[in-house]
């Protein structure tokens, strides 16, 4: 199903006022496509995640909308969304890995996470087993203690277990950052595999690393500061990309064999602005190199070509 | 400066801490003053134990470590390993576990100042920390007096990289610095590492990744369950890997303009007979053999080696 996020805004309350982590976040994913999302952090990746599947006390959908399939998802009601968490919408959070309970057997925790979620485990243990073969772990893994696997295996326990009622949209927030690149290549790819065999509908794949979003997203969206910046099919992307942010985000990334002594890269100067008391207009002014009166007033977040979207003044 | 020369470390493990566990096995490798020597290597293959090794922080089971020609793990008393970590520092994966939240991001100088400058008075030092903060290129106004949850993981990292500097450091152990870090923050902290070694410090840089290994190293150090399987001069290793290891972890680097899919067509092409078992009756059966100036290669089939 075609996923919509429009002009999705999600505050955090705090004592010192609101933390506008979400404000104007734009984006659709078309079925079976795996869309990266990438940017700093903090520009609101995971807010974006957690507000797909659950808002926390302090968070509050303040404006924009959800569609999945053309129908609204009811994020600010967390009641509502009960019937969607998990069988529609599933999520593999940051730091999922280091959440697996130490004290629990695999097969144990996993019963237990089903039933739940109201799935019968018998009914659900073959299809389990045969989910895991396919990543290539062998159903022994369920008899054993999250210790006793590679941060690789975990990934792949974690990433089985979250799809196994073939989601309509799963998230993965830097479902790969923790591991090395031989066990990360693998898990990207278990990614893929899903999707290709339709256990997965859309996927939005949180991650920092654009190197790893080229291998395997179809669309890429770039936050900035709770926003989207630019939004396009993934080569399109990398290789012609409009916004002056996206622009500086890919020259900061070292290319594979490249050296300081040959051809020093840079960071993008400055850092983002602050999310409790955002500037006016574009976000990125203050580090824009092409900044302009103009950008006093926010940029909307228009098409430039089939498919490619981009907020700024300067982008033609 | 730094050198290690067979170095190995035995683990105990299991139940009864019975179990041995080579983490790391006859390494040998030297870190010159102003150079950059990255151990690169998958989850496990002993780049951390090296580095603890190196900063005293778990023993040596066999081999020896010395700075300056001095055994690391002879120095006795207090006062020769104070002068040991004035010049040798560790700076690791998580910045914020280093900060205890409920304290403005200064303290962790405080509690240096406490060890190393007690005698200095309070002008001179905050004029040094401040010197210090800007050369890792952060604006000491925008840190000092701040949480650490008000400040990015990049200005944390770079805030413990201060610290080591308040020191004659000379050589500094940087485990895993920028996995956690934005693309935009790990090439500013990347940056700076150059800069240091411009400025005549020793780095070693452990990374699992060798795109990042390649921007800022000299030498490179492939290690494959705790042993060597391949070393060089970087531009070296990286343009003619020998070891199938390191081809292979090569093409796993994710690439912003080539599939995984291509990088193994490349991959496939043919790799050689192993150099090791080439080289019958050497010394050391199982050590690295030279294969081009500096590189050296490791046995291609590891665990079957002869020890
Ligand atoms: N519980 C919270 N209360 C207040 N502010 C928060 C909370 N959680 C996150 N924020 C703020 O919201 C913004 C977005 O945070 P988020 O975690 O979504 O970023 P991210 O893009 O996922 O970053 P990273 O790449 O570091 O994971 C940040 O400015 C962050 O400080
Ligand atoms: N304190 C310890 N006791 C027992 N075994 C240990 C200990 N520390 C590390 N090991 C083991 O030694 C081996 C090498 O670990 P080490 O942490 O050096 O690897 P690494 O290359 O740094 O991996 P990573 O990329 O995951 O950080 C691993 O098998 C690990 O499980
Ligand atoms: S709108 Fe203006 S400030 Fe924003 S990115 Fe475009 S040119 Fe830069
Ligand atoms: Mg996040
Ligand atoms: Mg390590």
């Known amino acids: ?316 | 400066m730094l050198t290690l020369e067979r170095v190995s470390k035995v683990y105990r493990v299991g139940t009864f801490g019975t179990q041995p566990l080579n983490a790391v096995r006859d390494v040998s490798l030297t870190v010159p003053p102003g150079a950059v020597v990255s151990l690169i290597g998958e989850s496990g293959s002993g780049k951390s134990t090296i580095g603890r090794m190196v900063l005293r922080l778990t023993s040596v089971t066999s081999g020896t470590i010395a700075f300056d020609g001095r055994n690391v793990a002879g120095l006795n008393g207090h006062r020769a390993r104070k002068e040991y970590y004035r010049h040798v520092q560790g700076v690791f994966q998580d910045p914020f576990s280093c900060f205890n939240p409920i304290f403005p991001v200064d303290r962790v100088f405080e509690l240096l100042r406490g060890e190393y400058f007690a005698a200095t008075p309070d002008t001179e030092w905050r004029a040094s920390m401040r010197r210090s903060i800007e050369r890792v290129s952060l604006d000491p106004g925008q840190v000092l007096g701040r949480y650490p949850h008000q400040l990015s993981g990049g200005q944390l990292q770079r805030l413990l990289i201060a610290r080591a500097l308040m020191l004659d450091i000379r050589l500094l152990v940087a485990d895993e610095i920028i996995s956690m870090l934005d693309a935009s923050t790990r090439i500013d902290v990347l940056n700076l590492l150059g800069d240091l070694r411009e400025e005549g410090l020793g780095i070693l840089f452990v990374t699992h990744d060798l795109s990042l290994g390649t921007y800022v190293s000299d030498t490179t150090v492939i290690l494959r369950r705790g042993r060597i399987a391949e070393t060089g001069p970087t531009g070296e290793v990286f343009a003619s890997p020998r070891h199938p290891y390191t081809r292979g972890l090569l093409a796993s680097v994710p690439r912003m303009h080539r599939t995984w899919a291509e990088a193994d067509a490349e991959l496939d092409a043919e790799t050689g007979p192993c150099p090791v078992h080439d080289s019958a009756g050497s010394e050391h059966p199982a050590d690295p053999v030279e294969v081009g100036a500096g590189h050296f290669v490791g046995c291609f089939s590891n665990d079957t080696c002869p020890e």
């Open chain 1, 1 to 316: 199903m075609t996923v919509e996020v429009s002009e999705l805004r999600v505050h955090y309350r705090t004592l010192r006022g609101s933390v506008q982590a979400l404000d104007g976040a734009s984006m659709e994913v078309g079925d079976g496509a795996i869309m990266g999302v990438v940017g700093e952090s903090g520009c609101g990746k995971s807010t974006l995640g957690k507000s797909l599947i659950r808002m926390d006390g302090r968070m509050r959908h303040v404006g924009g909308s959800v569609r999945l399939g053309g129908e609204e998802l009811p994020i600010g009601d967390d009641r509502a969304m009960q019937a969607f968490r998990y069988h529609e919408v599933s999520l593999i959070p940051q730091y999922a890995m280091s959440a697996l309970n130490p004290t629990r057997r695999i097969g144990r925790m996993i019963g237990e996470l089903l039933e739940s979620r109201g799935v019968r485990f018998s009914e659900a243990k073959r299809e389990l087993t045969r989910r895991l073969e396919l990543v290539g772990l062998d159903g022994d893994v369920l008899k054993r203690f999250p210790i006793e696997l590679s941060g690789g295996m975990k990934q792949r326990v974690v990433l089985v277990l979250s799809t196994l009622r073939d989601p309509s949209l799963l998230i993965a927030d830097e479902a790969t950052s923790a591991l090395d690149v031989a066990n990360q290549r693998a898990v990207a790819e278990a990614l893929v595999g899903f999707r290709d065999r339709g256990f997965v509908g859309a996927m939005l794949f949180i991650s920092h690393d654009l190197a790893l979003v080229a291998q395997i997203a179809d669309t890429v969206t770039v936050m900035y500061a709770g926003r989207s910046a630019e939004s396009a099919p993934a080569s399109e992307l990398l290789r012609r990309p409009r916004h002056p942010y996206t622009r500086m985000l890919l020259s900061a990334v070292p290319t594979v064999g490249a050296t300081i002594d040959e051809r020093r890269q840079e960071g993008i100067p400055g850092s983002p602005p602050s999310l409790l008391d955002p500037p006016t207009g574009c976000r990125f002014k203050d580090r824009c190199p092409l900044a302009f009166d103009q950008c006093e007033t926010r940029p909307p977040f228009v098409e430039v070509a089939p498919g490619h979207r981009v907020a700024c003044w300067k982008a033609e």
